[in-house]
């Protein structure tokens, strides 16, 4: 349980798995809730997938009969007489239509009439009194003659196709700049009644709620032509928030009734009217049960509009070739043929998903097109449940990947799940025709990639500054700025190393702290030091402490370096030099001659951030650390002021010129421990009186592990001859006489043990 509550407390922490957290359930909350602006960016790439799809061809028997520029050029401006569009529908009838839908209403009595002066001129005759049969059957043969509607309803009633009129409704009663009658608008709902949907079947007998579309009132057709017409459907359209048309609604309704679009009825007479019915589950509604055929909707009985193409995808005839005869015979045979108009100012141009400007009337036969051929873009039931589950891959993949790439791999991989959504979607668009979102689920990677970034970039930041604040007193800047571009090279905690250490101590500090005041020490061991951890810096050696007079570093760590033994011997020799160069520049001044015994060693040592949690320092513990201090203090012993241990020695011997000293055994180890002093760099010359003094040494180290102190004593004594100053020379000069009056015990190995440091 502990374990638990300490995971959930970790996610409310500021880290990568928390940001995640967040940022998902940031998406998915504005996924559920909605939000105008992102759904507005969801519209528009559902667009852009139709127009990277490209345009489909209709296979289906869908014709437009157009009353375009041409007609308006060769018959008269619009509005034609209705005597014309009687012509028309005689003609498609008599070719073979088998559909006639109109895209146009008949909502007011012709203006272009005679009968108007007809009747004028019958009232005329009426008031002079006169009475004549044949004068009576001439007005009224020219009455019907000029009756348009009459002609109209007479072509309607007459012609063998099925007629679907057109008409709107007015969707509020906002939108209208008058008031319209209740009993007007029962009138109106009187003349469409006859062409409502027949049956609707509601899976629940208690539907949650009420998902019709309203309408107001209709504007219907005149009563002369709607009981004459075989059916009237609507061709009102709807269009989102942006005014583009993706949906086309097949119910709307109006009084207690439910009424179906152009489109449908003309597929329903089309399809010599199978059975017609709604269907509405608890939700909302189903779709539309249209024979064998259903038609897929959302909850408020909308279809997604699937656009074949641009306009004039479909076939386009002009109305003045079909009244001019120029159309050849059978064309319209066995067809659906939607009249409309697209002339300039006679038509309603609507922006769609492939073209800004859609003649409104091509999007029914799109409709029509869709329902025969049931080529449908959906949003299936699961959609939802796929855009969550996308929402939160997306963003929980971009989370668990992140922290473990470079920041361009990291890059290259967010932009490669970001195309791949884009693919997926895409996909499925085009090959199973189902709408799946795009924006959310790439918001949630977008977001998530940006807050990661961002929050790796701060903490790199941090890092690099902390990285800085713990290693600039301890390291070179060299060292710092490697550190910098690859921080993974800092462990946190402690590793095994071969490492070399080295341990610096003044000679004589007592002594000069009895003879200069505390701020003069200060001021001199603070130069001094500075002068020395230049040198250790230049040679990419890392600080460890000042312990009162002492220096320590070590070589090797953080930074990786193959050659930490080289560079250390070389930071010791090049410190001997600057405080030879110091006792010429100090004696001026009256500073002391600083010197100094240095001990270095090599081999495995725990190195990293070591301490606890109220405080820890970057360093270095062991075994060899303690014998690189030993080493240190064994200079005091033999007169040297650079000793190495054995293992160094062994890492350097073709570099620098190196004297063996001896075997020492040091406190706390049970084996002898032979010991180095490091002379110079190997491209050094020596003296040669040196040469010679440790030639010397070397034969009488010999003789001295083989007991034979007179030998090694004089050998010794002719090292010093050549070379007076020699402090092992003596050590060891000093200990052959002590020995040729108290030999060692039988068991001796040739080891010396010191007391102490």
């Known amino acids: 349980m502990k374990r638990f509550f300490k995971q959930i407390k970790s996610i409310f922490y500021i880290n990568p798995a928390s940001i995640t957290f967040t940022v998902i359930f940031l998406v998915v909350t504005l996924f559920l809730s909605g939000n105008p602006i992102l759904d507005m960016i969801e519209l528009k790439t559902y667009d852009l997938r139709f127009r ?119 969707m509020s009663e906002d939108e209208l700049e008058y008031r319209i009658e209740p009993s007007h608008i029962d009138r109106q709902i009187e003349r469409i009644s006859a062409s409502k949907y027949p049956l609707v079947i509601y899976k629940d007998k208690d539907p949650d709620v009420d998902p019709f579309i309203k309408a107001y009132a209709p504007e219907s057709n005149l009563e002369i032509f709607s009981k004459t017409a075989a059916s009237s459907g609507y061709y009102s359209v709807r269009s989102d928030q942006d005014g583009v048309v993706r949906w086309m609604p097949l119910i709307i309704q109006c009084g207690e009734d439910l009424f179906p679009p152009l489109s449908v009825l003309c597929v329903w007479h089309y399809l010599d009217k199978p059975q017609l019915m709604v269907r509405v589950a608890r939700y909302g509604v189903e779709g539309i049960q249209l024979g064998e055929r259903f038609i897929p909707t959302d909850e408020s009985g909308e279809l997604l509009v699937n656009y074949l193409g641009p306009p004039k995808t479909f ?20 067809k659906i043929v939607l009249v409309g108009a697209t002339a300039m100012g006679t038509h309603d141009l609507r922006s769609t998903p492939v073209d800004p400007l ?156 009895e003879r200069y005041s505390p701020s003069e020490m200060i001021e001199i061991l603070s130069d001094y030091y500075g002068i020395m951890t230049e040198q250790i810096f230049i040679y990419q050696g890392t600080l460890k402490e000042y312990v009162g007079d002492e220096i320590m570093a070590f070589f090797g760590a953080p930074l990786e370096q193959a050659d930490h033994a080289q560079l250390a011997c070389r930071a010791a020799i090049a410190m001997r030099e600057q405080r030879q160069a110091l006792h010429t520049e100090w004696a001026k001044i009256g500073r002391p001659l600083l010197t100094a015994r240095t001990g270095i060693n090599s081999g495995p040592m725990l190195v990293g951030n070591l301490g606890s949690r109220y405080r820890f320092a970057y360093g270095v513990l062991g075994d060899q650390v303690n014998l690189g201090s030993r080493l240190e203090g064994l200079n005091k012993v033999y007169g040297t002021d650079i000793l190495i241990g054995e293992n160094t020695a062994r890492l350097v011997k073709n570099d620098f010129t190196l004297r063996e000293v001896d075997s020492v055994r040091v406190v706390g180890r049970q084996q002898g421990v032979r010991v180095y002093e490091l002379v110079a760099n190997s491209s050094a010359t020596l003296p040669k009186e040196q040469e010679q003094a440790f030639r010397d040494y070397a034969d009488g180290y010999a003789a001295y592990c083989a007991q034979q102190w007179d030998e090694a004593l004089g050998l010794f004594e002719h090292s010093l001859e050549e070379w007076p100053d020699d402090g092992p020379s003596k050590t060891m000069a000093e200990r052959c006489r002590n020995y040729q009056k108290t030999p060692p015990p039988e068991d001796w190995d040739c080891v010396y043990e010191p007391g102490t440091k």
């Open 52 to 170: 990277s799809r490209g345009q489909l061809q209709p296979t289906t028997p869908v014709v437009m009969a157009l009353i375009d520029e041409k007609s308006l050029d060769e018959e008269g401006r619009w509005p034609w007489p209705r005597s014309k569009i009687a012509t028309l529908v005689d003609l498609l009838s008599r070719d073979g239509a088998k559909v006639i839908g109109f895209d146009i209403g008949f909502l007011e009595p012709d203006a272009n009439s005679q009968l108007s002066i007809i009747h004028r001129f019958s009232q005329e005759i009426g008031a002079l009194d006169i009475k004549n049969p044949k004068l009576d059957a001439f007005i009224k043969e020219h009455e019907t003659n000029a009756d348009n509607d009459l002609i109209l309803a007479t072509a309607l009633k007459n012609s063998s196709a099925a007629i679907v009129l057109g008409y709107f409704f007015h």
């Open 315 to 334: 076939r386009h005839i002009s109305v003045s070739d079909i009244l001019g005869g120029r159309v050849a015979a059978g064309t319209f045979k066995g």
């Open 358 to 513: 859609y003649p409104g009337i091509e999007i029914h036969a799109t409709v029509i097109d869709n329902i025969l051929t049931q080529n449908f873009i959906t949003k299936p039931n699961w959609s939802k449940i796929f855009d969550l589950l996308a929402i939160i891959s997306l963003g929980a993949l971009t989370g668990a990947a992140l922290p473990h790439m470079s920041a361009f791999k990291g890059l290259c991989f967010a932009i490669g799940l970001f195309v791949l959504h884009i693919f997926v979607a895409r996909w499925l668009f085009i090959y199973y025709r189902a709408w799946l979102n795009m924006v959310f689920p790439l918001l949630a990677l977008s977001l998530n990639y940006t807050a990661l970034t961002a929050y790796y970039y701060v903490t790199e930041e941090k890092e690099r500054k902390r990285i800085k604040g713990t290693f600039r007193q301890y390291v070179a800047p060299l060292v710092i700025d490697e550190l910098l571009k690859a921080p993974d090279l800092l462990k946190l905690g402690g590793e095994e190393k071969v490492l070399t250490v080295l341990f610096s101590d003044i000679a004589g500090f007592t002594t000069y702290s």
